[in-house]
Antibody, heavy 117, light 110 residues
Framework: EVRLVESGGGLVQPGGSLRLSCAAS????????MTWVRQAPGKGLEWISY????????HYADSVEGRFTISRDNVRNSLYVQMNSLREEDTAVYYC??????????WGQGALVTVSS | QSALTQPASVSGSLGQSISISCTGT?????????VSWYQQHPGKAPKLMIY???KRPSGVFNRFFGSKSGNTASLTISGLQAEDEADYYC??????????FGGGTTLTVL
């Protein structure tokens, strides 16, 4: 069974940093590209970052470019996003998502990040 | 990286059919055969329903049908059932490794 489990969410002040992790299991993690998608409270989905199976290439949405860094560890079967210079508008549930030839086919349960003073 | 345009809400009666439109541009929907659709129930993670414009993953009922014409994609759900009531999001590849979602459509089953 494919499982994606996010961790590391929480409350952080504006300008602060947070690192989300995603533990993957049930599939060959090193064979898949991965993506982070977020959803602000009561709002729609927003694609924010992509990393290929080999960690290159990497892509970011304009809204997080320069502040967020995606990475992965294919030995630990884990995906990460380092979020710096956080803003109130970054408040959202962050989903770890597997990308396959079929689209974004598996999603984690999400990790809530709240940016507030 | 502008969001795709979806109606905020649609509704239909049990057993009827509805369609949800998703309008993009010649830089995203119009350029690639990579439109996907996601269903999201309240408090749950999204679920892939359609990929590559019109293909259904295994396990998705054939009541869900995807299509595309020009810069507009559509999701049609036939034989509406109560469990179809959810939010639906379209998504398209926009080139250079970028993906863009629609704003979402809330489906109400009457």
């Amino acid at each position: 069974e494919v499982r994606l489990v996010e961790s590391g969410g929480g409350l952080v002040q504006p300008g602060g940093s947070l690192r989300l992790s995603c533990a993957a299991s049930g599939f060959t993690f090193s064979g898949y590209s991965m993506t982070w998608v977020r959803q602000a409270p009561g709002k729609g989905l927003e694609w924010i970052s992509y990393i290929s199976s080999t960690s290159s290439p990497i892509h970011y949405a304009d809204s997080v470019e320069g502040r967020f860094t995606i990475s992965r560890d294919n030995v630990r079967n884990s995906l990460y996003v380092q979020m710096n210079s956080l803003r109130e508008e970054d408040t959202a549930v962050y989903y770890c998502v597997r990308e396959s030839a079929y689209g974004f086919d598996y999603w984690g349960q999400g990790a809530l990040v709240t940016v507030s003073s | 990286q502008s969001a795709l345009t979806q109606p905020a809400s649609v509704s239909g009666s049990l057993g009827q059919s509805i369609s949800i439109s998703c309008t993009g541009t010649s830089s995203d929907i119009g350029s690639y055969n990579f439109v996907s659709w996601y269903q999201q129930h309240p408090g749950k993670a999204p679920k892939l329903m359609i990929y590559e414009d019109s293909k259904r993953p295994s396990g998705v009922f054939n009541r869900f049908f995807g299509s595309k014409s020009g810069n507009t994609a559509s999701l049609t759900i036939s034989g509406l059932q109560a469990e179809d009531e959810a939010d639906y999001y379209c998504c398209s590849y926009a080139g250079s490794g970028i993906w863009v979602f629609g704003g979402g459509t809330t489906l109400t089953v009457l």
